[in-house]
């Protein structure tokens, strides 16, 4: 007979304990522990549960094992395909996360009808909102899709029986949050639940070949609510990111087991919904003011695709005994490096002054490349000299001030040209090996003073 007992757990990150804590020793968090029921069944100590072997789990050579490249199947949006590494992968479990009202209802819908139109069954499961509420916002963003179906229901049971009445191609959960287990006593939303609704809906994927999409609730630190254990259950973990007073929205995946972790898709949210960003340099670059000092253009790599954004810089005098270094987009202490790099190679005296440095756009740029031009930013500002408009800077800065060569050059060069810019300062290990575009120049530098007197001539 199953024998019930009780236990108190984070749901935070998961941590059990038989006895309440105030603070949770996992993750030192306050107030998170909360009592849940437990049904265990009761089994001699040192008895295992074998399961009758068959040939599909025997183990093989790695030799033996052919390997198959995954299908695909493409949606109606380019940039939702690039971000998942080339489609939707049947019996993928993708989660998503995203502040509330930032669109992921929406864009999960408009996907739904793009795959409905391309003769895909799609089930979407709503456990926020009801079915004429969905139909609602299906009539605003004018889905009339014959193949798409929508059902309002949280409990765990009966959506897994509606599952294997349609059979459908792909099946969208909003949210995991409000699905519940009948078999775990705990409110719909804590960390069991969540762990086993997901474990649940991990079997159907993979042992009916159905690609499901889970919507997230995200924390006010920005990770996904409930266990971490969660983002390492899924194929992918994709999260939704914006301001939710601006109109553009920023696909990225954090975690994806069939495809590159640095891919950034790029929406606009109108009134007809999510509209695709086909170039997202020439928004990131709109609004730049001509002839202002600390203003550079940089090409980073996102993923596969170049995109040109605009680094800022603010450099005043300090009335505190410490300066102050804030930075927002790029790496804190990425930027007091490269200021230490400054004063010991250029002799710029920047430790009584405080930085502010930002990437325009409300873009996260965390690779090497962009070092060369935050360094000609700072030293812009402090100098009060404006850089060019038409100039764009690529390159890593090392601690003794070379400057040194950076991954895909021609492809950041191309997209420079492409959108007008007249001169490229890069690195000048990366001159050699490639074609260079028409209509630009391109200018190898090796040292940051040699940068600097390019960019602003002395």
């Known amino acids: 007979m199953a024998k019930k007992k009780t236990k108190f757990m984070c749901q935070s990150c998961g941590y059990e304990s038989p006895k309440w804590m105030g603070r949770c020793p996992g993750c030192n968090e306050w107030n998170t522990m909360v009592e849940e029921v437990e049904v265990t069944n009761q089994r001699p100590r040192g008895a295992f549960v074998h399961s009758s072997p068959s040939s599909s789990n025997k183990a093989a050579p790695i030799t033996s094992i052919e390997s198959v490249q995954e299908p695909r199947v493409f949606t109606g949006s380019k940039e939702l395909n690039r971000v998942l590494g080339g489609g939707v992968v049947p019996g993928s479990l993708v989660l998503i996360g995203g502040d509330p009202g930032i669109g992921k209802s929406t864009l999960l819908l408009q996907v739904s009808a793009q795959l409905a139109e391309r003769n895909q069954k799609v089930l979407y499961i709503s456990g926020e909102e009801s079915i004429k509420q969905t139909k609602l916002r299906a009539d605003r963003l004018n889905i009339k899709a014959e193949e798409l179906y929508v059902y309002s229901e949280t409990s765990l049971e009966l959506i897994s029986g509606t599952i294997d009445k349609m059979a459908p191609n792909l099946v969208i959960i909003d949210s995991i949050q409000t699905i519940f287990h009948p078999e775990v006593t705990s409110a719909p939303g804590s960390v069991s639940q969540v762990r086993e609704c997901t474990a649940e809906l991990m079997r159907i994927a ?7 999409f889970i919507v997230g609730h995200v924390t006010k630190e920005g990770s996904i609510a409930g266990p971490r254990m969660l983002e390492h259950m899924v194929d992918t973990v994709l999260y939704f990111e914006g301001e939710r007073h601006h109109s553009y929205r920023i696909l990225r995946a954090v975690k994806n087991r069939f495809g590159s972790t640095n891919e950034m898709g790029i929406f606009e ?8 960003v086909e170039n997202p340099s020439e928004i990131f670059l709109e609004e730049r003011s001509q002839g202002a000092s600390g203003s550079t253009v940089v090409a980073s790599m996102e993923g596969t695709r170049p995109v040109l954004v ?11 005994g410490n300066p102050r270094r804030m930075a927002t987009g790029m790496d804190h202490n990425r930027v007091s490096l490269l200021m230490a790099v400054l004063e010991k190679r250029v002799g710029m005296l920047l430790q009584n002054q405080d930085a502010y440095l930002k990437v325009a756009g409300g873009v996260k740029l965390n690779e090497p490349a962009i070092d060369l031009a935050m360094v000609i930013s700072i030293a812009s500002s402090f100098r009060d000299q404006p850089t060019k408009a038409t100039d764009c800077i690529i390159g890593e800065v090392g601690l003794t001030g070379e400057v040194r060569r950076v991954s895909r050059i021609e492809q950041r060069v191309h997209e420079a040209a492409k959108l007008g810019f007249r001169r490229a300062i890069i690195p000048a290990n990366n001159l050699d090996g490639w074609k260079k575009p028409e209509g630009i120049e391109v200018i190898g530098v090796s040292h940051v003073g040699e940068a600097l007197k390019t960019a602003l001539g002395g």
């Open 310 to 320: 605009e680094l800022q810089a603010l450099i005043s005098p300090s009335s505190f």
């Open 206 to 212: 993979k042992t009916k070949g159905i690609a499901i």
């Open 269 to 276: 949210m109108k009134e007809t919904g999510l509209e695709e």
